[in-house]
């Protein structure tokens, strides 16, 4: 891969909670407008990477490299401030504020500037939430607040998306419209680490795919060389 | 009646500042979930600064208030990074002590300095009383009410009409959020310490020049906050401000019409009619509160 537009690299990461060591050095690294989905079972340390990458956790070792700074140690609001924007796996969306605030707020720290349209891309790729901009976002259904979520991200007009699950709990319906937002995403430019558990969804936007196992990278490639084969990899992840 | 009106009106000028001094307490503990204890002596603190400023300094009195106002900010911002961080790993009754702790320093520190004498302020402003009707408005009644109606007015102008005001309600529903949105979290706890140690300095401020001075004044202070947040509703920052003017009124009323020994227990009666009839105050949400 040509490292002169790698946008970000992670070497020997690990991180652990406590004496609970749940990363444990894993390497990968993402190309300008490349999509990497990041697989793995259930506790395998998925949105862990996210959150070191973050800043939400540190790391007890290892490098995270963003568009040639080492943010390994720098405080979660610099690595916001330089481009890395995470929606989270719990959403985590302001309940009692309107869609637009929350909408807004994504862009208030660092692209102030640009917030009305950035809001006018937001709701170019959502609609629905432009119809919904004065509801509180306590009251959307869980797809629409994953919208939001990923809106709110996108306001924040971010150099590297980090999408933990976001098809993560939704009905069928929306996972085609979340995974087409992706797409679309993806279309615009944008580089993407998205953890994903719907592998259809992941193979269908992503370029290149690792694999997280015990705490390490178990084993990766590129989603085309698959050829529609997953069954491969349900095994290499699950068994 | 005219008693009744008149014993309102000055019970509304004191709840004033019962409000202002629930209304700081409210913002630190929205902010960061910790009641501080100590707020009382923060208070009497900023009474003193401006005592010392105006007697010893010899400034005028909008200077030596502006300025403690500053001190306190600052001190704000120094406990929040000094005491509060360094220990946020620990159990959370460890703010509740920590806040106390500060709280009696400041309090020795100012017995140390000044022994337990009572210090009378000189008068501030002479504005003459008028008359509405037959009710007497005194210059000290029209000066609190007016400061704390244009701060109150201010404060909550900015929490519901400003992008700050915004981002801070935000932090309050959502501190995973607001890290997702960018939000330096340490620095708005710390910053809210400021806030919060500020606007009970506005309120010791406003109490300096009608109320003798002395380094226990504190604990009346804490214990009214307390008693108009929890008649307003824990954490409400509206309920903390209707809480303070409620129970400022309610201590001039029972202290007329039934015993003026109840006027200093009435905060603690108000207290427990509360949590026994309706926990959640007048405009609480429940929530739990850990200290
Ligand atoms: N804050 C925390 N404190 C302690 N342990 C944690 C914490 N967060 C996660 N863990 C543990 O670390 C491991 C990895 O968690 P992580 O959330 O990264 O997994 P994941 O791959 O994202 O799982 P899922 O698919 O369920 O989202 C799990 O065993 C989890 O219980
Ligand atoms: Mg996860």
Redesign the interface.
């Known amino acids: 891969m040509d490292t002169h537009n790698e946008v970000l690299s992670v070497s020997g990461l690990h991180v652990s909670y406590g004496t609970k060591e749940v990363l444990r050095g894993i390497d990968y690294n993402i190309s300008e407008r490349e999509v990497v989905a990041v697989l793995g079972a259930n506790g395998s340390g998925k949105s862990t990477s996210l959150n070191a990458i973050s800043g939400f956790v540190g790391a007890s070792s290892g490098r995270i490299v963003f568009n040639g700074t080492d943010i390994t140690e720098l405080a979660a609001h610099k690595i916001f401030r330089l481009g890395v924007i995470q929606v989270s796996q719990a959403r985590d969306l302001f309940p009692g504020l309107t869609v637009e605030h929350n909408l807004r707020l994504g862009a208030a720290v660092r692209n102030r500037e640009e917030i009305e349209q950035r809001l006018e891309v937001v709701f170019n790729y959502f609609p629905r939430l432009s119809e919904r901009r004065n509801q509180q976002a306590r009251s959307l259904s869980g797809g629409e607040q994953q919208m939001v979520a990923i809106g709110r991200a996108v306001m924040a007009n971010p150099k590297l998306l980090l999408l933990d699950e976001p098809s993560g709990g939704l009905a069928p319906q929306f996972i085609n419209e979340i995974g087409d937002i992706v797409q679309a995403l993806k279309d615009d430019g944008a580089t993407m680490l998205m953890v994903e558990q719907n592998l259809s969804l992941a193979f269908k936007v992503a370029d290149r795919f690792i694999i997280l196992r015990d705490g390490m990278v178990s084993d990766g490639g590129f989603v085309k060389s698959l050829e529609g084969n997953h069954d491969e990899i349900v095994r290499t992840i699950y068994l | 009646m005219d008693i009744f009106l008149q014993l309102t009106l000055s019970g509304l000028s004191q709840g004033a500042i019962f409000a202002l001094i629930a209304l700081s307490l409210t913002v630190v503990y929205r902010a960061t979930t910790i009641v501080n204890f100590g707020h009382g002596d923060f208070v009497m603190a900023g009474a003193f600064f401006v005592y010392v400023l105006v007697i010893y300094v010899e400034l005028p009195y909008v200077f030596a208030a502006i300025s403690a106002v500053l001190i306190m900010l600052g001190m704000g911002l120094g406990v929040s990074r000094g005491f509060i961080d360094p220990i946020k790993a620990g159990p959370h009754i460890g703010f509740a002590m920590m806040s106390i702790s500060l709280g009696y320093v400041l309090r020795g520190g100012a017995r140390f300095l000044w022994g337990r004498e009572v210090f009378p302020m000189p008068r501030v402003f002479d504005i003459e009383p008028f008359f509405i009707g037959n009710l007497v408005v005194t210059g000290d009644v029209l000066f609190i009410s007016a400061i704390v109606a244009v701060f109150l007015l201010i404060f909550f102008f900015i929490f519901y009409r400003t ?1 700050t005001g ?2 801070i ?2 932090v309050y ?2 501190e ?2 607001a ?7 340490r620095a708005f706890h710390q910053s809210m310490w400021g806030v919060g140690l500020a606007m009970g300095a506005l309120a010791g401020i406003l109490i300096a020049p009608i109320s003798l001075l002395h380094p226990d004044l504190g604990a009346t202070f804490l214990i009214r906050g307390f008693a108009a947040m929890t008649l307003g509703g824990f954490g409400s920052l509206g309920g903390a401000v209707v809480g303070g003017l409620l129970l400022g009124v309610a201590e001039q009323l029972f202290g007329f019409y039934i015993n003026s020994s109840l006027q200093d227990i009435t905060a603690y009666l108000i207290i427990v009619a509360v949590l026994v009839i309706r926990p959640a105050g007048l405009f609480g949400r429940t929530v739990t509160v850990r200290v």
Request: net charge positive; glycine share 12%; hydrophobic share 45%.
């Open positions: 992008t915004v981002i309600q935000a529903q959502s995973r959020g890290t997702l949105i960018g939000v330096n979290v």
